[in-house]
């Protein structure tokens, strides 16, 4: 009989469960449903909307997943970061399984799933940078060892780059999620608009997309480029502002050997190239996630929770809640 962990993932608008083999790492089974769809029509994610739709899919998914029910042997579950009321769903959900099928709970922390998606189905690597780039965050952190060992080296200081995506396809009337939407727009036309590049002077390194974002809608209300130009020119400078950084991190410290790139907008073809350029350039290997586990899932919550089951890395019944935002240690650089 194998021994496997279920995992879940709702800490924003996608429902998802898995199911991995805790001994091989093998991914037997995952499902996702999106609410991309009923949240497009307000521009963004409403929470007590998603919320409720976490509760209609995820026993839904459950039941398709029922058939490992005898071989679980622990429950894992995102409980930060994330929407309180939509991780709330996912963990009242595994705190009943875990008493039902009488196993623990693993509480996951939903930015680390974001770097265990490289190692689904696979084993970890350590001694790896990543940069974490989706709707909520913008970071490079560093791992030296495992889940356990992880720096922060730098963050943004307002919008992270999936949001500004987010906000310039809102602003344009283009609907929700934005990123692919602005990633599609930027393919049509050149980027000839010249947006400035956040904190292009500044020696420090960190992020800002905010003062981008301003540009941007100042150059909409002029009334005289097409939207995609716009949205060429915008990912133009968001890209160049995070290898910008890059650069100047890998010029002041030694390059890593490995370093990877996670999170939704870890799927944009673009960047990905600039990334594969500074690689070429810092001779060190890059990684980044299957497309399909670029956005939330929960294949990436078993992957941790694995880890986790094996350090017998367990939360408490009574101490497993939903937290908004986590930290990590830091690293100031400079």
């Given at each position: 009989?194998?021994?496997?962990?279920?995992?879940?993932?709702?800490?924003?608008?996608?429902?998802?469960?898995?199911?991995?083999?805790?001994?091989?790492?093998?991914?037997?089974?995952?499902?996702?449903?999106?609410?991309?769809?009923?949240?497009?029509?307000?521009?963004?994610v409403?929470?007590?909307?998603?919320?409720?739709?976490?509760?209609?899919?995820?026993?839904?998914?459950?039941?398709?997943a029922?058939?490992?029910?005898?071989?679980?042997?622990?429950v894992?579950?995102?409980?930060?970061?994330?929407?309180s009321?939509?991780?709330?769903?996912?963990?009242?959900?595994?705190?009943?399984?875990?008493?039902?099928?009488?196993?623990?709970?693993?509480?996951?922390?939903?930015?680390i799933?974001?770097?265990?998606?490289?190692?689904?189905?696979?084993?970890?690597?350590?001694d790896?940078?990543?940069?974490?780039?989706?709707?909520?965050?913008?970071?490079i952190?560093?791992?030296?060892?495992?889940?356990?060992?992880?720096?922060?080296?730098?963050?943004?200081?307002?919008?992270?780059?999936?949001?500004?995506?987010?906000?310039?396809?809102?602003?344009?009337?283009?609907?929700?999620?934005?990123?692919?939407?602005?990633?599609?727009?930027?393919?049509?036309?050149?980027?000839?608009?010249?947006?400035?590049?956040?904190?292009?002077?500044?020696?420090?390194?960190?992020?800002?997309?905010?003062?981008?974002k301003?540009?941007?809608?100042?150059?909409?209300?002029q009334?005289?480029?097409?939207?995609?130009?716009?949205?060429?020119?915008?990912?133009?400078?968001?890209?160049?502002?995070?290898?910008?950084?890059?650069?100047?991190l890998?010029?002041?410290?030694?390059?890593?050997?490995?370093?990877?790139?996670?999170?939704?907008?870890?799927?944009?073809?673009?960047?990905?190239?600039?990334?594969?350029?500074?690689?070429?350039?810092?001779?060190?290997?890059?990684?980044?996630?299957?497309?399909?586990?670029?956005?939330?899932n929960a294949?990436?919550?078993?992957?941790i929770?694995?880890?986790?089951?094996?350090?017998?890395?367990?939360?408490?019944?009574?101490?497993?809640?939903?937290?908004?935002?986590?930290?990590?240690?830091?690293?100031?650089?400079?």
């Amino acid at each position: 009989m194998k021994n496997l962990i279920l995992a879940i993932e709702s800490s924003c608008d996608d429902s998802s469960i898995a199911v991995m083999d805790i001994d091989t790492k093998e991914l037997l089974f995952c499902q996702k449903i999106s609410q991309e769809s009923q949240h497009k029509q307000y521009g963004g994610v409403v929470p007590e909307l998603a919320s409720r739709l976490h509760l209609e899919a995820l026993p839904n998914i459950l039941k398709n997943a029922s058939r490992y029910f005898p071989q679980i042997r622990a429950v894992a579950v995102t409980n930060a970061p994330g929407l309180s009321v939509t991780l709330n769903e996912g963990i009242m959900m595994a705190k009943a399984l875990s008493i039902s099928l009488n196993v623990p709970l693993i509480g996951v922390n939903h930015l680390i799933g974001h770097i265990y998606s490289l190692f689904i189905n696979r084993d970890f690597i350590n001694d790896i940078m990543v940069l974490l780039v989706s709707g909520g965050h913008t970071k490079i952190l560093y791992l030296q060892d495992d889940y356990r060992h992880i720096k922060e080296l730098a963050s943004t200081i307002d919008d992270s780059f999936g949001e500004s995506f987010d906000k310039v396809a809102k602003m344009l009337n283009l609907g929700y999620p934005g990123g692919p939407i602005i990633e599609s727009l930027a393919q049509q036309a050149r980027p000839t608009i010249p947006f400035p590049i956040p904190l292009k002077q500044s020696k420090e390194i960190k992020f800002s997309y905010s003062g981008l974002k301003n540009a941007v809608r100042l150059a909409i209300n002029q009334g005289i480029y097409s939207k995609e130009e716009i949205a060429a020119s915008f990912q133009q400078a968001a890209i160049t502002h995070l290898t910008m950084k890059l650069n100047k991190l890998f010029k002041t410290t030694q390059p890593p050997k490995h370093f990877a790139v996670v999170g939704g907008a870890s799927a944009n073809r673009a960047l990905r190239e600039e990334i594969d350029k500074l690689a070429s350039k810092y001779k060190f290997d890059v990684l980044y996630p299957q497309m399909k586990y670029c956005s939330d899932n929960a294949a990436m919550i078993a992957r941790i929770g694995v880890d986790m089951y094996h350090n017998q890395d367990f939360t408490h019944y009574k101490d497993l809640q939903a937290i908004s935002k986590v930290s990590f240690d830091t690293e100031i650089l400079s």
